[in-house]
């Protein structure tokens, strides 16, 4: 076993692609005998790792609104009255269970708790999923300020991307020896388990009377930054030329009403199922049996489009939005398709393309697996990270 003992702490709002990968992390570095301690509010998360056998213990965050002045500095008050809080907690994970090390997953956790972190002796790793450009562009500039004051007690930044290194270095200041990127990685299905699943997705096709459709899905978070609007829009347009094509949405979210309501505004009832949340082998069947796979987030803060790479594991073409990290996985025409953000015609013209291109359509998806096969293993992932643990402690 290994003398680096990690604490990681995530303060999010919903369980999805950042937690996984987490969840992965957290599983992979135990195996190779790196302690490994989630803190979080987030119950799923804590029940994803539970199956995984990684110690995880949930805490009651409070999550506050930064967009402004004033809310900003309200949420600066309150983190100074749990400051002391952290400060128990942080002693009992070092006396208990020998923590030497934080991994930080959260934006405010990282301006709030990084300058308690070092005082306390703890080597600090930040994993910046994102490019910093809302933050960067925000009117107001308080968090950005905090935020590079806490980047200078930093050990390690590590991102998934190269959006999100650079962005730390431009944005954030942090010296480029210390910001690294390490891919994402998935769960590799292998070649024979891809005819089980696309089996399972044909059953399900069969289920819901799609056989004869072109089928398209798309999987995300239901909330405005990840674009389903437009993909509806665009989906609309494909049915006004006749195109014979139907939508699974997997996922749920705040703005699950207002995209139902916009559905029938278009007169998609026929068109788009709204499946809420599946499980990983109904997503992955679903995923191998789409014709196409959509991910049109408008976020410039969007990370790695971990379900982007899932689907092209599946050997299912990927059509996404030219955001964040997501050009880290998807390179224009030679593995996928890439669009301009909130671009419903674009979208619509390269989903038509992809309908009537069948063997661009199989190009494209052999060329996604083969990619997602050399770059994006979880093992990759966890060997990189593991590296990086031991270079700060040694």
Known sequence: MSNIKVLAIENTT?????EIQLGLLAEGLNNNGIYFHVLSNEKK???FLDEKGVDSTLIDFSIYEMSNKKNFIFSFLKWSFYISKFKKILEKFRDEKG???IYIA???ERIFLSSLIKRMGFKLIWMEHADLYDWAHSKNPLPMIFYKNAAEKVDKVISPSSAGRNSVINDAKVKPDKAIIVLNGIPLVSRDSLKEYRNKGIEIRAKLNLENKFLISSLSRLSPEKGQEYLLKAIKNLKDKGFNIYCLI???GPSKKSLVNLCNELNLAEQVNFLGFVSDKEKL???SASDVFCFPSVWQMEGFGLVSAEAMMMNTPVIASRVGGIPDVIRDKENGILVEPKNVEQLSDKIELIYRDIKLRIKLAEKGREYVEKIFNADRMVRET???LEEVLD
């Open 250 to 252: 997997m996922g749920e």
């Open 285 to 287: 069947a679903i995923l």
């Open 386 to 388: 593991k590296k990086i």
């Open 99 to 101: 923590i030497n090390t």
């Open 45 to 47: 998360l804590k029940e």
């Open 106 to 108: 959260s934006f405010n």
């Open 14 to 18: 919903g369980f999805g692609g950042a």
